[in-house]
T-cell receptor
Framework: SQQGEEDPQALSIQEGENATMNCSYKTSINNLQWYRQNSGRGLVHLILIRSNEREKHSGRLRVTLDTSKKSSSLLITASRAADTASYFCAPPWRTGGYNKLIFGAGTRLAVHP | DTGVSQNPRHKITKRGQNVTFRCDPISEHNRLYWYRQTLGQGPEFLTYFQNEAQLEKSRLLSDRFSAERPKGSFSTLEIQRTEQGDSAMYLC????????????FGQGTRLTVV
């Protein structure tokens, strides 16, 4: 399937540090999304990067996309305890004429005060 | 826009009982998805609707699972003869039908089968 695979599975850092999460996928895409999930809650869309973009910023988030390597990274700068969550990349999987989102196991980020 | 709403938020049921969950998507979103998520795992795709048509159902779903979306508005997910392995968080998401796959998720329904 086309699910993204996040790496590392878990990441533990101190407040103020940067957190980098990576995503690999298998087939050609026209965009890739990142989502965040706080414990016991639904997923929240963070950012979408298109295949013709190499880098995109949103606040403290920086996403890169390397279509030649079929990989993406999410950087959270100056992390806060509130950033503690699971992060998922979601490359669209086109099937039956429509796109659906397939999620991997995610990266569990813990930011310690 | 009140977001995607799921009810109930929590459900505890005895093994063998039937349960039904409801999802109210964002109005005017014609795409609706159901996912299941167990602890430590990512959301697992269950089924997809475009308007009232169920376009795909995961092979992982047994015949005990059924979903509907009458009139292309709210959706229900029913699990018959629940088993302990059905215990999970059930997530609903919706997205607009304009080519964007950006999905808006509800808070989920946590099912515990005892």
């Amino acid at each position: 399937s086309q699910q993204g695979e996040e790496d590392p599975q878990a990441l533990s850092i101190q407040e103020g540090e940067n957190a980098t999460m990576n995503c690999s996928y298998k087939t050609s895409i026209n965009n890739l999304q990142w989502y965040r999930q706080n414990s016991g809650r639904g997923l929240v869309h963070l950012i979408l990067i298109r295949s013709n973009e190499r880098e995109k910023h949103s606040g403290r988030l920086r996403v890169t996309l390397d279509t030649s390597k079929k990989s993406s990274s999410l950087l959270i700068t100056a992390s806060r305890a509130a950033d503690t969550a699971s992060y998922f990349c979601a490359p669209p999987w086109r099937t039956g004429g429509y796109n659906k989102l397939i999620f991997g196991a995610g990266t569990r980020l813990a930011v310690h005060p | 826009d009140t977001g995607v709403s799921q009810n109930p938020r929590h459900k505890i049921t005895k093994r063998g009982q039937n349960v039904t969950f409801r999802c109210d998507p964002i109005s005017e979103h014609n795409r609706l998805y159901w996912y299941r998520q167990t602890l430590g795992q990512g959301p697992e795709f269950l089924t997809y609707f475009q308007n009232e048509a169920q376009l795909e159902k995961s092979r992982l779903l047994s015949d005990r699972f059924s979903a509907e979306r009458p009139k292309g508005s709210f959706s229900t997910l029913e699990i018959q003869r629940t088993e302990q392995g059905d215990s999970a968080m059930y997530l609903c998401a919706s997205s607009p039908g304009t080519g964007s796959t950006k999905a808006f998720f509800g808070q989920g329904t946590r099912l515990t089968v005892v």
